[in-house]
């Protein structure tokens, strides 16, 4: 199995666990995960855009509001 899989068993545990403990399971997109890095969060600005490679020359790419880290687009 790839390391796909490994992300599958790890959500599905992380559900279970939230589920018997009846705890909120909070959900991020590796794109907002980077825009929460201090270093980022240090400089200037409204908008921040995060870029990352999706192989077969494309890129993953979202604005996001550096106040609110939410995403400006889809």
């Known amino acids: 199995p790839g390391t796909f899989t490994g992300t599958r068993i790890a959500v599905a545990a992380a559900r279970a666990f939230a589920l018997a403990h009846r705890i909120p399971l909070v959900a991020y997109s590796s794109l907002n995960v980077m ?8 400089n ?7 870029a990352t490679d ?4 494309q890129a993953y790419v ?3 509001d550096r106040h609110t ?6």
């Open 35 to 42: 825009a929460m890095t201090p270093v980022l969060a240090a």
């Open 44 to 50: 200037p600005g409204r908008r921040l855009a995060i």
């Open 54 to 57: 999706a192989r077969r020359d």
């Open 62 to 64: 979202q604005l996001i």
């Open 69 to 74: 880290l939410r995403p400006l687009s889809e």
